[in-house]
Every structure is written in structure tokens, then in C-alpha cells.
């Protein structure tokens, strides 16, 4: 499989097949400057076509190459209408492959950012209209400025709730969860009413250390696995805004810790084998194990005693949502992730 995606007989461009939001823009640079420079071609209908052929090769070489994951980075980081552009063969070619759960995660972000503007209008109808000193504007064109933003409430609701309807069956297709569709349900009724559920009570007071972290994650039942990951969210929902990022960045900590080849040979061991994939899921399962069972088996993993139930993996990956779908419980907006970035697993062996 070669790394060079071609421009032209003459030029090429080369992924570094770590980000494909990143890919995509140093690709859409180098057209741009390859164009200006006269290196490319002369008009600039062909440069752009050579520029989005060569986009779709390098997404079919992230499909090819298995990088879901960069995949789903791709489509929740950076601002894409909904089932616009290439969003509606991504979730066809992701459910195809088995990895319905992150469509479910871009359908959530997507719906998040939806959300967020239309209570701000139903916010703004309720507050009524009141003149501001920091606008350059008249009284009267402040006014009229507020009417038009409350005019457009019906149609921006209409949007809304079909979006929700074409997620729904979306959901269909992807395999989501009963929590998962009751969540939904529950906010379209919100949608339908123009109210959104009463706040939460009062933030818990508790700041959100490791050790608040391992209650809240608590370890798994006899509902199994995926009943105990729904249930998370809403716990995490009772903390602060702040205290559900630190829960975030403490998550992805000990992911990192986690990341290492001697955690990859158990979980293959365990699993009868371990792609990508399967390896993220394996260390969002054992950090769902609690933390006696996480920290003995970074300790030793060769001498850990845990077993893997078929379909664990699955719904183990699911704890990367949790303070997601808190945030947004708990403030009403999407959260925007810090990423801490992952050590090379080559240098990764032993705690």
C-alpha cells in the first residue's frame, strides 16, 4: 500500500496518517501553493479536482489502513454541516465495519452543536428584548434584530426535530443502545415542548481527583457491562462542569498509562487476538475492572488473573462518552475535549 496519494505526473502528497483533519488541510495548502506556484495545472477548476480526488483517496486510505479512530476525531472536531459532504459514506462505510458506536458519538456531537443554538433562541424569547449600550445599533434595530432571531424559532425547531428523526434511524443501523435511544427520546420530547428539562440539582461539592474518579467509574454488575457504562454519565452529571473535564483528562491518563505492549499482549491473549480497535476497547474494559484490578495488572500483567466475556469490548469503549454526555447534561453545550497525546508503544514496557 503505498503512501503516496498523486497529483499529478509530477507531484504527490504524502499522509502522515496521525490526523486526518491535519492530513486534509496540509493537502488543501500544498494544492493551493502547487497552483500558485504553476506547478500543478493551469486553471483552477482542474487543481481543485486533483485536491478533492486526492481527499477521497486519502480517507479511502484511513478506511483501508483501519484508523476508525482518526476517523471519528475527524468528523467530531472539525465543523461539518449535518449529512453533508462526505459524513452519510463515513457512517456507511464505519457501520459496514463493525464500528457503529462512533457514528453514534459524531450523531451525538452533531446534534449537541444543534441543540446549543436553538435553546439559545428559546432563551433569548423567554429573556425578551432588552436595548444594549454595547451595541452600535439603534433601540430599533436592536429590536428588530431580536424579532428576527425569535421568527426563525419554528423553522430552526422544524430542522431540529427531523435532524433527530434521520439520527434515529441512524441509531437503527449503528446498533445504539436502549439507554441510548431513551436519551434521544427524551430529547425530542424537550425539543417538541420548547422547555428543556429542569437543571440538575446543585453541583456536588466534591472536587474530582483519583479517588472520586474510581467511585464514579465503580465496577461493573450483574446488569452487565453496558447497563453499568449508561449509568455512568448520569453520575458524572452530578459533579461541576469542571469536575466532569478533570474526569476526562483523568480517563485519558490512565488510557496512556495503559498503552503500553505488554497491555496489548494480554489483551490479545485474552481476546484470541488484537487489532487497534480492539485495544482501545481492552483498556476502557480494564479500567472498568476498578482500580485493584487495573493497577495489579500495569503492575504485572502477565500475572494479572482477570477473563474477557465475549462482546465486553464492544461496550467497554463506550466509558470515552461519559463525561461527553455529562458535560452536556450538566451545561447544556458539547464539551470540547484536550486530547493528551500517546507515548510511543515501542518504549512502553512495564509500569
Not at 2 to 13: A, G, N
Not at 56 to 79: K, T
Not at 83 to 98: S, V
Not at 203 to 215: A, C, G, N, Q, S
Amino acid at each position: 500500500m503505498t503512501d503516496q496519494i498523486p497529483l499529478s505526473q509530477t507531484e504527490s502528497f504524502r499522509p502522515g496518517y496521525k490526523s486526518l483533519s491535519k492530513d486534509l488541510e496540509r493537502l488543501r495548502v500544498l494544492v493551493s501553493d502547487l497552483y500558485h506556484d504553476d506547478r500543478l495545472f493551469q486553471k483552477m477548476s482542474q487543481a481543485l479536482y486533483a485536491g478533492d480526488k486526492a481527499a477521497q483517496q486519502i480517507r479511502d486510505a484511513y478506511f483501508a489502513r483501519g484508523l476508525y479512530a482518526e476517523i471519528e476525531h475527524h468528523h467530531i472536531h472539525v465543523a461539518h454541516g449535518w449529512m453533508q459532504g462526505d459524513m452519510p459514506d463515513t457512517f456507511d462505510r464505519l457501520i459496514a465495519a463493525g464500528k457503529g458506536q462512533r457514528v453514534i458519538r459524531i450523531c451525538r456531537n452533531c446534534l449537541a452543536l444543534k441543540k446549543q443554538n436553538y435553546w439559545f433562541l428559546i432563551d433569548e424569547r423567554k429573556r425578551g428584548f432588552k436595548v444594549s449600550s454595547l451595541w452600535a445599533e439603534s433601540r430599533m434595530e436592536q429590536k428588530n434584530e431580536h424579532q428576527g432571531m425569535i421568527r426563525e424559532i419554528p423553522e430552526f425547531k422544524s430542522q431540529l426535530l427531523r435532524m433527530m428523526d434521520e439520527v434515529l434511524l441512524v441509531f437503527d443501523r449503528a446498533d445504539a443502545t436502549s439507554a441510548q435511544y431513551a436519551r434521544l427520546a427524551a430529547e425530542r420530547a424537550d425539543v417538541e415542548a420548547e422547555e428543556r428539562r429542569p437543571p440538575l440539582a446543585k453541583p456536588h461539592p466534591r472536587k474530582m481527583d483519583m479517588d472520586v474518579f474510581w467511585e464514579v467509574v465503580g465496577r461493573v454488575g450483574e446488569d452487565g457491562m453496558a447497563a453499568h457504562i449508561d449509568q455512568i454519565p448520569e453520575t458524572l452529571a452530578q459533579f461541576s462542569a469542571t469536575a466532569i473535564k478533570a474526569f476526562d483528562s483523568l480517563l485519558q491518563e490512565l488510557d496512556t498509562r495503559a498503552y503500553r505492549r505488554d497491555v496489548w499482549d494480554l489483551a490479545y491473549h485474552l481476546n484470541g487476538g488484537c487489532s487497534d480497535d480492539d485495544f482501545d476497547a481492552f483498556r476502557c474494559w480494564l479500567i472498568l475492572q476498578g482500580r485493584e484490578v487495573f493497577e495489579g495488572t500495569l503492575a504485572d500483567p502477565a500475572a494479572t488473573k482477570v477473563s474477557l466475556s465475549i462482546g465486553d469490548l464492544g461496550a467497554s469503549d463506550a466509558l470515552r462518552d461519559a463525561a461527553l454526555l455529562a458535560y452536556e447534561m450538566r451545561t447544556g453545550k458539547p464539551m470540547k475535549r484536550k486530547v493528551i497525546p500517546r507515548p510511543n508503544m515501542a518504549n512502553t514496557i512495564g509500569p
